[in-house]
């Protein structure tokens, strides 16, 4: 009876229900400073104290955790292949999740840069010197990491602009041949840029941690809005961020796994938590973490936080994360290919 009674008591002072959010690596500083708005924003709301917990890895894995039985009631994944794995492997939320807010589930976006030491000793102006030989570099697993996958996708997609000119061209019938011909160049171009590569961490913040605290390595492919992050936190350091010519528009995604949130009686708290997202405080909020807002509004007033960059969409040079996955990051896949080959 006692106990029961203390546990009464502390439900009282302490607060009502709570929420778990497992997301991608690098987001960690975001979410605490949103989860501080969002408990504000639902006690004003319903008068309920609520408590928004955190889990954090590399976005393949947490899908993995999840589909395993992690009792996440949101998802903020670093791509929508491992949330849809959550949904096709589990079953835990439907097949058309990403219609179920604006910008296909995406709040925000962002992008990814190179970030060098101070001074760019190395001289790294473009994705062609990172195949040079005697280049240190640094990015997470893309068997583990939605970050890495970005990475390398983007990498991918600067070569066959480079070869074609024009990435329309991949949708052009009569240019297949030379469509055929750029992809044998980015595929080598990868694999060169992977020999060069010494360390691959499970999820990005390891790969950054790598670079910035253990100093290893001549250059992070990174989130921009890790490399922004780390920039501000370490000015002794230097830090510098090239921006390639072109590289890869990364969207990560966010959803309700619908099964668990039922089993929890956490729905509304769920689905007012991402919504929430898309306002403009919390909309400042990633600005604030260096996340591109989806609210032009807001993305005008912090338009000098972020560099110009040119970009291109997975969909533009890819088609879909369920062709990419099977033609790259599947087991014995491209990426699978070519570090077989570099073992050798």
Request: glycine residues 6%; aromatic residues 10%.
């Amino acid at each position: 009876v006692a106990l029961s009674f203390l546990g009464c008591t502390e439900k009282k002072e302490g607060g009502g229900r709570e929420i778990l959010n497992v997301s991608y690596d690098p987001t960690r500083e975001l979410y605490e400073q949103y989860n501080k708005l969002f408990v504000e924003h639902w006690k004003e709301l319903k008068k309920e104290n609520v408590t928004v917990k955190q889990s954090h890895g590399g976005s393949g894995g947490q899908s993995v955790n999840v589909i395993q039985g992690q009792p996440a009631d949101v998802v903020t994944l670093a791509l929508s292949h491992d949330i849809d794995q959550i949904a096709t492997k589990a079953k835990l939320l439907s097949d058309d999740w990403q219609g179920k807010l604006p910008h296909n589930s995406c709040p925000y976006t962002s992008t990814i840069v190179f970030m060098v030491r101070k001074g760019n000793p190395k001289n790294i102006k473009d994705w062609d010197d990172l195949a040079k030989p005697g280049l240190e570099i640094i990015t997470p697993n893309p068997k583990t990491s939605g970050g890495a996958r970005w990475n390398y996708l983007a990498a991918w997609g600067y070569v066959l602009k480079k070869e074609l000119g024009d990435l329309k061209s991949l949708k052009d019938p009569a240019k297949e041949g030379d469509v055929n011909k750029a992809k044998d160049k980015a595929r080598e171009f990868v694999k060169n840029m992977f020999k060069n590569t010494k360390s691959l961490d499970t999820g990005a913040r390891g790969s950054t941690q790598r670079f910035v605290s253990s100093k290893s390595g001549d250059v992070l492919l990174a989130w921009e809005n890790e490399a922004l992050y780390f920039q501000k936190m370490e000015p002794a350091e230097g830090f510098e961020i090239v921006v390639p010519s072109i590289t890869i528009l990364a969207e990560p995604p966010v959803a309700v796994v619908d099964k668990n949130v039922d089993k929890r009686g956490t729905r509304d708290i769920a689905e007012e938590y991402l919504k929430f997202l898309y306002e403009p405080a919390a909309q400042e909020i990633a600005a604030k973490n260096f996340y591109r807002p989806s609210d032009k509004s807001v993305m005008e007033k912090f338009s000098d936080v972020f560099p110009k960059a040119e970009t291109f969409t997975l969909e533009d040079v890819f088609g879909s994360w369920a062709t990419v996955q099977k033609e790259h990051f599947n087991r014995d896949a491209i990426f699978d290919q070519i570090m077989t080959e570099n073992a050798k």
